[in-house]
């Protein structure tokens, strides 16, 4: 029989190695946070092989005593907490006094530092456990750490180490998150005798533009609100910057990069109507609160956090999220500036454009054909209309022009071009159509007032053994969408009626996917969870299609819809639904005044 036993310190440093030191990212981050919680603002760090072989880090920070020196390579001695009051409120990025001994036990280390008040700089070292006498060493100011072949004493470790390159780029990541969130330092990183990064000390915006990219400010929006003790700012990717991967997802508390569950949800949920569920949103956002609201001694790597107040932490980010990328709702479209309560609102496709504009256009319609085969005054709905016969947009009877304009045209079945005040806006009518039912379905699924419109001959189609099942089960869940589907056969199956808004949609194939649907998500239970997604599909199809021909009137009816409808500027899956080209965009593609 086995006997408890004390382990050695070298081996219980070692185990704790193994949760705060995975990587050289992991001994990175540990060591630029040290930097900062001692007021560094140039930091430099030197890597070789990805970090494998050598991690070393210079800083202009306030530096360390040499009586503290070799107390700074023991386990649980840190500055930072002295009492449990301490704890619950910590304001610096480190706290826990791990991070040096952890690294110390797992690599070869050098710790060399001047505190401001000493006359020259201290060198201690430590290798397997044992901690060397500090020494004096050159320094001006500041602290340097040369962490060397990590894991050289723990083989099995190493092994899971890979490329110098792949390291290098965890490292590299590293190094991203914590400069984003503290932009007042500079940061040089040095890769190989190579400079691969510098980033100079600048605000928060030029820093994210500096990391990120220009396309990423160009397709972001900022945001700034307070609510009480809460603060979050930030940028906000739109959806037509939406990613593959999470590669692009900057989320920092009190400025500490967190990979947090329930603010990840918050974040979601606020896309989730405007980004196709196969891709992601990229975002750098900050959230600020006092340091007792927040419990940030949950993990050793300190990505995890808790909330006091969770639920009210979610509802704020949840919000402010969902009002910077579509404003409030009821106030319409964020990037179109008209008051939108005195625009009429109107059921798809029907005309609100001023009659005296559409008096115009009709007669210049006549002039235009003549005495054709469909006689004067008659237009052919196929035949372009020329823009030089219709009449200006501020016309009589025309007080004010709608932020997108009135319609000129449609292109290919596919876009409709309108012109407004400021040039020509070019509109994909199906990916604009599809948010304007969405958000309809949303709102009348939401408050149960789905109408349902029967039709008077009911739909039969064939339907398989799978199909047959999942009508018969869901009856209920279906009625609340507005559908009634039947068995009639053994076979087949009757659709009797469907949404009134849905109407004009092909209804068998509506309700073949609307099955398929069901049967993925489940009954009642799981449709709650996944609605979003099940209402897209319904938006999806009751959508004007390619190529079917729009009347003008119905054209501006749509028009106006858009106004009016939240989050217009995307359809469903993320994709934009209108672009406005400026007169002056269209003197430079005709090089006009050149």
């Known amino acids: 029989m086995s006997h408890i036993h004390l ?9 704790a190695a193994g949760e705060v030191v995975e990587r050289p990212a992991s001994a990175v981050k540990e060591l630029l946070e040290n930097s900062l919680d001692a007021g560094s603002r140039e930091i430099r760090l030197d890597l070789e092989e990805g970090g494998i072989k050598l991690i070393r880090l210079a800083d202009d920070g306030d530096g360390i005593a040499s009586d503290d020196l070799k107390l700074a390579l023991t386990r ?25 001994a952890s690294i110390a036990s797992v690599a070869r280390l050098a710790l060399t530092s001047r505190a401001s ?51 290098y780029a965890h490292c590299d990541e590293a190094l991203r998150r914590v400069a ?30 500096d990391i990120l990219g220009e396309e990423f400010e160009r397709a972001a929006r900022t945001l700034d609100e307070v609510a009480g003790p809460l603060r979050l700012y930030g940028l906000a990717g739109l959806p037509a910057y939406s990613r593959s991967g999470r590669d692009a997802q900057y989320l ?18 606020a896309y989730r109507d405007v980004l196709h569920h196969e891709r992601h949103p990229a975002y750098v956002l900050f959230l600020e609160l006092p340091p007792e609201g927040v419990d940030v001694n949950v993990h050793p790597a300190k990505t995890e956090v808790r909330f006091r107040d969770g639920r009210g932490v979610h509802q704020f980010v949840l919000h402010v999220l969902e009002r910077s990328l579509g404003g409030e709702q009821g106030q319409g479209n964020p990037r179109l500036s008209l008051p939108f309560s005195t625009l009429p609102r109107s059921l798809p496709l029907r005309a609100n454009e001023p009659t005296s504009y559409y008096s115009g256009v009709a007669e210049a319609l006549g002039q235009e054909q003549g005495q054709g085969a469909r006689g004067k005054g008659q237009a052919n709905p196929r035949f372009p209309l020329p823009l030089a016969s219709c009449p200006p947009l ?26 407004n005040t400021q040039g020509l806006i070019v509109v994909d009518m199906h990916a604009a159509h599809e948010r304007i039912l969405y958000e309809r379905i949303k709102a009348a699924f939401d408050a149960r007032t789905v109408a349902s419109q029967p039709l008077l001959i009911p739909l039969v189609f064939a339907a398989s053994g799978l199909e047959m099942a999942t009508a018969e089960e869901a009856g209920a869940a279906l009625s609340e ?111 006009r005044g050149n």
């Open 252 to 269: 920092f508390v009190n400025g500490r990069f967190v990979r947090d569950k329930l603010l990840g949800h918050a974040v979601r949920e």
């Open 481 to 591: 969408l507005g559908f009634a589907i039947a068995p009639v056969s053994p076979t087949h199956l009757a659709l009797r009626a469907l949404p009134a808004m849905l109407k004009d949609a092909d209804g068998e194939r509506l309700a073949r996917e609307l099955l398929k649907d069901i049967h993925e998500f489940g009954l009642s239970g799981a449709m709650n969870a996944r609605r979003n997604e099940l209402l897209a599909t319904l938006a999806c199809h009751g959508a004007v299609r390619a190529n079917r021909k729009l009347s003008v009137p119905e054209m501006n009816a749509l028009l106006r819809d858009m106004e009016g409808t939240l989050r217009a500027d995307q359809c469903n899956h993320g994709r934009p639904t209108w672009f406005q080209f400026t007169l002056s965009d269209l003197d430079k593609f005709f090089m």
């Open 7 to 15: 382990l050695p310190d070298l081996l219980v440093s070692q185990i």
């Open 117 to 167: 008040e000493e006359a020259h700089a201290w060198k201690a070292s430590a290798l397997d456990g044992k901690l060397y006498t500090p020494e004096p060493a050159a320094l001006s100011r500041g602290t340097v750490v040369e962490v060397r072949d990590l894991f050289f004493n723990t083989p099995a470790r190493r092994k899971f180490l890979k490329s110098p390159a792949t390291e």
């Open 76 to 100: 649980h001695a840190t500055s930072k907490i002295a009492s449990l009051d301490d704890l619950e409120r910590v304001a610096s990025l480190g706290f826990r006094g791990e991070a040096l």
């Open 394 to 419: 501020l016309s009589e009877g025309v007080s004010e022009v709608p932020p997108l304009g009135y319609a000129l045209a449609q292109l290919s079945g596919i876009y409709i071009l309108a012109e």
């Open 180 to 209: 984003l969130a503290h932009s007042e330092c500079a940061f040089t990183l040095v890769h190989n005798g190579r400079i691969s990064r510098r980033l100079a000390a600048s605000d928060w915006q030029t820093r994210a533009l």
